[in-house]
Antibody, heavy 115, light 110 residues
Framework: EGQLVESGGGLVQPGGSLRLSCAAS????????MHWVRQAPGKGLVWVSH????????NYADSVKGRFTISRDNTKNTLYLQMHSLRAEDTAVYYC????????WGQGTLVTVSS | QSVLTQPPSASGTPGQRVTISCSGS????????VNWHQQLPGTAPKLLIY???HRPSGVPDRFSGSKSGTSASLAISGLQSEDEADYYC???????????FGTGSKVTVL
């Protein structure tokens, strides 16, 4: 069964940067839109960004626009999220998910922004 | 920013039917399909219902989705203890040019 595996999370100071990765295995990746969704501790799901299948079209939530960049490498079956100017309110588990139906989801990677 | 409103909680005894609502607007549910996601405690979300009422392979037929106008609903019939989880609706929003998730509903089996 195919899966998505996120990595790259960790502790970063306010104002810092981090790059998340989402590796796809055992499933079709290159022909699907891909998303990043985050969940702050004890809170609900919030859509962050998505990218179309060839990487030429992207959208972002207002809260991350200008600070985060989504990209993908279809030769490596990998999705990325470059995050800059991180704030305490960006602290969350970040999930990647495939397609307009968000299926499947990855297991998530925790990003903690704190001094 | 959640623009899809769900009740914070719902509960029932084993075997009962529980329904969760998801209220939106003409820019999201009114024009676009709704997905439902189940998040078991301490785990990642999982797709439960897609395109308003379709079930992915492996999802029991106890789970059903419906939509009318700018609202959608998830029904769980024959409630089981393993259904205790958080449930979220989601849809594309034409005004925000992005996806929106519901506020989430915690289902408790009494």
């Amino acid at each position: 069964e195919g899966q998505l595996v996120e990595s790259g999370g960790g502790l970063v100071q306010p104002g810092g940067s981090l790059r998340l990765s989402c590796a796809a295995s055992g499933l079709t990746f290159s022909s699907y839109w891909m998303h990043w969704v985050r969940q702050a501790p004890g809170k609900g799901l919030v859509w962050v960004s998505h990218i179309n299948s060839d990487g030429r079209s992207t959208n972002y939530a207002d809260s991350v626009k200008g600070r985060f960049t989504i990209s993908r490498d279809n030769t490596k079956n990998t999705l990325y999220l470059q995050m800059h100017s991180l704030r305490a309110e960006d602290t969350a588990v970040y999930y990647c998910a495939r397609g307009v139906t968000f299926d499947p989801w990855g297991q998530g990677t925790l990003v903690t922004v704190s001094s | 920013q959640s623009v899809l409103t769900q009740p914070p909680s719902a509960s029932g005894t084993p075997g009962q039917r529980v329904t969760i609502s998801c209220s939106g607007s003409s820019s999201n549910i009114g024009r676009n399909t709704v997905n439902w996601h189940q998040q078991l405690p301490g785990t990642a979300p999982k797709l439960l219902i897609y395109n308003d009422f379709h079930r992915p392979s492996g999802v029991p037929d106890r789970f059903s989705g419906s939509k009318s106008g700018t609202s959608a609903s998830l029904a769980i019939s024959g409630l089981q203890s393993e259904d205790e989880a958080d449930y979220y609706c989601s849809a594309w929003d034409d005004s925000l040019n992005g996806y929106v998730f519901g506020t989430g509903s915690k289902v408790t089996v009494l």
